[in-house]
């Protein structure tokens, strides 16, 4: 389908849009469908996990659940210079029709047969292939559908959006699997995944100025590489950008995914204390979200980014040293909302900084930072904590993710980045 033509991003600066994001029809399509989307990615890591809990022992389960996060590193470069070869929009409707296909095949084969480890894996393996590709398309995306004037605003939409997702898509999960078993839920996954394609299919895109937009004919994917990394290096912003958010991300994943987990059981707080903690981030980081949504912009984005991820960092290493639940639900409180701020800030920044053409490239790096590099620091804290305990393991990790904000303070460039009006 040929997308409808809008003002370029030169003329965009120019002539802001009338309406702001969250009251524009385009922005709340591709909105609704990435919900609905994210939604079914939630109900099928249940399913998949139902299955392969019940389909071997629980280390194949957990090799099942973690396969798709090879493909999806090793990939996602090329599947950034894909987006910006053919557009985001198609590259987003194309993933999740490939992921709509191979799930509801897999929940037709289950009403059939038993959910063979392999069959279980392969879709872990075709789902982590296609977000190779659909992660860079839809950091992308954003910048082709509204004003860089409402791209802050839209971060914080897009972050609601995933903190719904994660709220609905558990228990929609659950339920699917209680009245149905994993075939069911597969189904429902698949079905939230179809209902995105036809709202995608009505986002209207903006066009690339002349001159910008990449011309497969005369270029290879290597060539296309190569200068998208050129240009994140020869960046004043985003070379030190993307530092910041790599250092911010390992100091930050480690302590409040397993390293939360071990702090309760030695707190004897239970499952139900880690639960109000874990409930307490996500609501930070929601009203974060919101903060952005409703005002669309903060000024000297990139100072606040940077002070958010310094306090943000202080407040996870004082984790380790809160006794209550009640205290460290008030803690958890504020790291959510800091790292809620600085996340979509730096998002943010990321969108309007970055040349249009290589938008694609350059989400598909600061994807690998967050979602290749950061989680290899899971081990590491888990095996630290072993060794010298939660307090030590905690402070040294907010350490690393202070060190995020010590740059952007330290880099002018970065700290007197502006989010456009």
């Not at 392999?118 to 954003?142: C, S, T």
């Not at 060539?223 to 530092?243: F, K, M, Q």
């Amino acid at each position: 389908m040929t997308a409808t033509v809008l003002p370029s991003p030169a003329q965009d600066t120019v002539r802001p849009p009338a309406r702001p994001a969250h009251r524009d029809g385009n922005v709340l399509r591709w909105l609704g469908a990435y919900t609905s989307s994210m939604i079914g990615d939630n109900v099928f890591y249940i399913a998949l996990s139902w299955a392969a809990v019940h389909a071997g022992t629980p280390s194949q389960a957990g090799l099942v659940m973690s396969v798709s996060a090879v493909p999806r590193a090793l990939l996602m470069l090329g599947g950034g210079v894909v987006a910006d070869r053919f557009g985001p929009r198609k590259v987003v409707i194309g993933s999740d029709a490939v992921r709509c296909a191979a799930v509801l095949t897999v929940a037709a084969l289950l009403l059939v047969t038993g959910p063979g480890l392999w069959l279980l894996a392969l879709l872990a393996v075709v789902f982590g292939i296609v977000d190779a590709v659909f992660m860079p398309a839809v950091g992308a995306l954003p910048a082709r559908i509204t004003g860089r004037d409402q791209l802050a605003r839209v971060q914080g939409m897009r972050g609601l959006a995933i903190r719904s997702a994660n709220v609905l898509g558990a228990p929609l999960g659950g339920l699917a699997v209680a009245l149905g078993g994993s075939a069911t839920a597969f189904a429902l996954a698949g079905t939230l995944i179809a209902v995105s394609v036809p709202l995608l299919i009505l986002v209207r895109m903006r066009e690339l100025p002349p001159g910008e937009a990449a011309d497969p004919s005369d270029r290879t994917a290597w060539r296309d590489l190569r200068d998208g990394l050129r240009h994140i290096r020869g960046h004043r912003v985003l070379a030190p950008l993307i530092a910041v958010i790599a250092l911010g991300d390992l100091g930050f994943v480690g302590p409040l995914n397993v390293g939360l987990t071990l702090l309760a059981d030695r707190r004897g707080w239970g499952a139900s204390g880690m639960g109000w903690v874990i409930a307490a981030f996500g609501t930070g980081a929601g009203a974060a979200a919101l903060l952005l949504t409703l005002r669309g912009r903060l000024p000297r984005a990139g100072t606040i980014a940077a002070v958010a991820i310094l306090g943000g960092s202080v407040a996870i290493g004082s984790l380790a040293f809160v006794p209550t639940v009640a205290g460290a639900v008030g803690v958890a409180l504020v790291v959510g909302l800091l790292a809620g701020l600085s996340g979509a800030l730096c998002a943010a920044l990321i969108q309007t900084l970055s040349d249009p053409a290589y938008l694609g490239r350059v989400s598909a790096v600061a994807g690998i930072v967050s979602l290749g590099l950061a989680p290899l620091g899971m081990p590491v804290t888990a095996a630290a904590i072993g060794r010298w305990g939660t307090g030590p393991v905690f402070v040294t990790s907010a350490a690393v993710c202070g060190l995020g904000g010590v740059l952007a303070l330290c880099v002018r460039d970065l700290r007197r980045a502006e989010l456009p009006r």
